[in-house]
């Protein structure tokens, strides 16, 4: 979306008010000019005969001429009918009177949610402990204050539109029915107004229990005792929690979180911490490269903020995930609907930038924990391989044509070897629940400088070991290169 359309929408949260403010300050004035008049006609009744002609306008005296007697029961049938529809004019001036108010509501509440939503954002930029405690309830807040400026919205629609019907309505004898084709598309916004709402309502509470999904399976401890016994010396040494449970899958990189996982095709659903492990990259790095990374990502486990940094990046992702559901996707919404789609995507960008700040902050300390495992060199090399890796992975995942994945890449790597350029370097690694800093970033924190040896070694063709060691590791006479395209060998 282009800067101008959408600042366009944004304005819209303040235009919509304004333009029903002034429409119902119109049908105010038209609701007081009639009761008005009715009661001026009732005094021009009751005056002398040699007095009438001189109160009346100019205009009621010209052409035709009317007797006093004609004139005043022409005055009589205006009186008459202004006091038949006295009622409705009296309805008409409390409909506009609450159009009015509404409409105002809805910009006192617009306004309030803006400053709300960059106060909250900026509290959690520079505080990790707000961002984790209270995203989740800024974002269940900023729902309630979209559906309040909403229904706002929507009310003083509603008075609107009863008014123009009640006028339309009362004057039917006169072509009043012309003006309830202008509430046709009234119509249409009070009824996307009222979809908006309970969109709204329904998204914000179906957020209550994130879960991810991803393609894998299981490895417990009766069927890898030996992958099991590894991973917890690699906890010990960074002084992490164990993780309950380690997935294998291909689709993704090395991450842990915990969140609850939902396991493709099984089904089976995982709670709380989990390590994934991917068999890509089990199959062309050494098992000192991988516990190098492995120390990372258990790393994230190290300390209740990692541990709570996934669960927010998690949920962020999710909360993304429902404003394209508020969306519905549209390119052109309703005028009605663009103030809170605006609002939803502006909370969103200001929070992102406090994820990412705080995810960055604390990759840079899971860094840590992995130099932990055999020293600064290795886990950079580690890395540099898993990134310059992860390219091609992803190239191999999009064609969608390998029968076998392992095996075409371990063919792919044979003929074109890895490279670590300056692409590389400012590659930050996509995961399922945040973005890495970039390895330049990485590299210069651990104070490990890049030669020829380090290059040469990231970017080494697969040997024998790399292929082997974790079906050896685990047991599994199924190896990595021989496994089959889904990634979840039985």
């Keep these: 979306m282009s800067l101008l359309r959408r600042w366009s929408w944004g304005l819209m949260m303040f235009v919509l008010p304004l333009v029903l403010m002034g429409w119902t300050s119109v049908q105010s004035w038209r609701a007081n000019s009639a009761l008005e008049e009715a009661h001026v006609m009732r005094q021009w009744m009751a005056s002398p005969s040699d007095e009438l002609r001189q109160q009346l306008p100019k205009q009621w005296l010209t052409t035709p001429p009317m007797s006093d007697d004609s ?7 205006e009186v008459a009918q202004a006091d ?3 009622g409705s004019e009296h309805l008409r001036q409390v409909l506009a009177f609450l159009g009015y108010w509404l409409a105002v ?6 306004v309030a949610t803006w400053i709300k939503l960059r106060l909250d954002a900026l509290r959690a930029l520079r505080s990790l402990d707000y961002l984790h405690d209270r995203l989740l309830q800024s974002w269940r807040s900023l729902g309630q204050w979209l559906a309040t400026y909403t229904a706002l919205l929507t009310g003083s629609v509603a008075m609107v539109l009863f008014y123009e019907i009640s006028w339309g309505w009362s004057h039917a004898s006169n072509n009043g029915w012309v003006v309830l084709l202008i509430t046709v598309p009234m119509l249409t ?4 107004g009222i979809l908006l709402i309970g969109r709204l309502r329904k998204q914000w509470q179906a957020l209550d229990a994130p879960t991810s999904a991803f393609l894998g399976r299981t490895l417990t401890r009766a069927n890898a005792p030996a992958l099991w016994q590894w991973i917890e010396k690699l906890a010990a040494v960074t002084g992490a929690p164990i993780p309950d449970h380690i997935v294998i899958g291909i689709d993704q990189s090395f991450f842990v979180t915990s969140v609850p996982v939902a396991l493709q ?5 995982l709670t709380g911490r989990t390590l994934y492990l991917p068999l890509t990259f089990l199959s062309t790095m050494s098992q000192e490269e991988t516990a190098s990374i492995i120390g990372h990502e258990l790393g994230h486990f190290s300390s209740r903020d990692t541990e709570r940094g996934s669960e927010s990046s998690a949920l962020f992702s999710l909360m993304y995930m429902h404003f394209l559901t508020i969306s519905a ?5 309703y005028l009605i609907e663009r103030p809170a789609i605006w609002m939803t995507g502006r909370f969103l960008h200001h929070f992102q930038v406090a994820v990412h700040h705080w995810s960055r902050v604390q990759e840079l300390v899971a860094d840590q924990a992995g130099a932990q495992i055999c020293g600064n060199r290795l886990f950079c090399q580690a890395l540099l391989r898993v990134i310059a890796l992860d390219a091609e992975v992803n190239t191999l995942l999009g064609q969608r044509s390998h029968t076998n994945l392992i095996q075409a890449l371990a063919e792919h790597l044979r003929q074109a070897p890895v490279i670590v350029n300056e692409a590389v370097m400012n590659h930050a690694i996509a995961h399922p629940f945040d973005t890495h800093p970039p390895t330049a970033v990485r590299l210069q924190q651990l104070n490990v400088t890049i030669d020829e040896q380090l290059l040469a070694q990231a970017t080494r063709a697969p040997t024998p070991h790399d292929r082997q060691w974790f079906s050896q590791l685990t047991n599994d006479p199924q190896s990595p290169a021989d496994a089959p395209q889904n ?4």
């Design 189 to 192: 916004m009070l009824y996307m």
């Design 105 to 110: 509501a809805a910009i006192l509440v617009g």
């Design 265 to 269: 095709p099984s089904g089976e659903l």
């Design 84 to 86: 038949a529809d006295t």
């Design 329 to 333: 996707g549209e390119d052109d919404p």
């Design 71 to 77: 004139l005043r029961k022409y005055l009589q049938r």
């Design 487 to 490: 990634g979840v060998p039985a």
